[in-house]
């Protein structure tokens, strides 16, 4: 019940696409959901984060989808660029004596020039 | 901006030797944790921590694992009598209190046991 599923594993997108990564959870006491993106040999940064009270959250060519009652989430990069190549984990997060995050399994975007 | 930084960046240690990984979180947050990510897998939660203690740790982080915030700035991850499979990058993370608050990552020490 603490897992997040991500997919797809790895993403080809060209140029000016649209890359969409899909993410669902179990647990209903998800109360937030982050988007971190991830370089190689760095840390998850995060790009954008959504509450399950909002259905989308867009941040300049991020938008996060919420579907509340499928327990779905997703991450829309719009115009990708090659820039955006890098690894994208999506993760879920309530309260259970902490604030932990429970991370999904990555995606892999490549973007072509 | 504030960052979460991690001394050290690379480190190479023989099996069976302990080693211990520091971090500094951000200055004004009180949730600190430590996740694990092995090469090419997913990020890994092994223990947060609050107030001086343990608040939460996964089924990953054993005896073998031990956490401490010596003085007021500096976190540290120690793992005693490495294996090989402790190989992983090892984020440091902190947090303001309360749900929704971004967990700010470092940038990692990458650790090979040989």
């Known amino acids: 019940q603490q897992q997040v599923k991500q997919s797809p594993q790895s993403l080809i997108v060209q140029k000016g696409g649209i890359s969409i990564i899909n993410c669902a959870y179990e647990?209903?006491?998800?109360?937030?959901f982050p988007w971190y993106q991830q370089f190689p040999g760095k840390g998850p940064a995060l790009l954008i984060a959504?509450?399950?009270?909002?259905s989308e959250k867009k941040e300049g060519r991020f938008t996060i989808s919420f579907n509340k009652s499928a327990k779905q989430f997703s991450l829309h990069i719009m115009d990708s660029q090659p820039g955006d190549s890098a690894t994208y984990f999506c993760?879920?997060?309530?309260?259970?004596?902490?604030?932990?995050?429970?991370f999904g399994t990555g995606t892999r975007l490549k973007v072509l020039a | 901006e504030p960052e979460v930084t991690q001394t050290p960046s690379h480190q190479v240690t023989q099996m069976g030797q302990e080693v211990i990984l520091r971090c500094v979180p951000i200055s004004n947050h009180l949730y600190f944790y430590w996740y694990r990510q092995i090469l090419g897998q997913k990020v890994e939660f092994l223990v947060s921590?609050?107030?001086?203690?343990?608040?939460?740790k996964s089924e990953i982080f054993d005896d073998q694992f031990s956490v401490e915030r010596p003085d007021g700035s500096n976190f540290t991850l120690k793992i005693r009598s490495t294996k090989l499979e402790d190989s992983a990058m090892y984020f440091c993370?902190?947090?303001?209190?309360?749900?929704?608050?971004?967990?700010?990552f470092g940038e990692g020490s990458w650790l090979t046991v040989v």
């Open positions: 993760a879920a997060s309530g309260y259970s004596g902490t604030y932990k995050y429970i």
């Open positions: 959504i509450r399950p009270d909002v």
């Open positions: 993370a902190s947090s303001e209190p309360g749900s929704g608050n971004t967990i700010y």
């Open positions: 921590f609050y107030n001086n203690e343990i608040s939460e």
């Open positions: 647990n209903t006491a998800f109360d937030y």
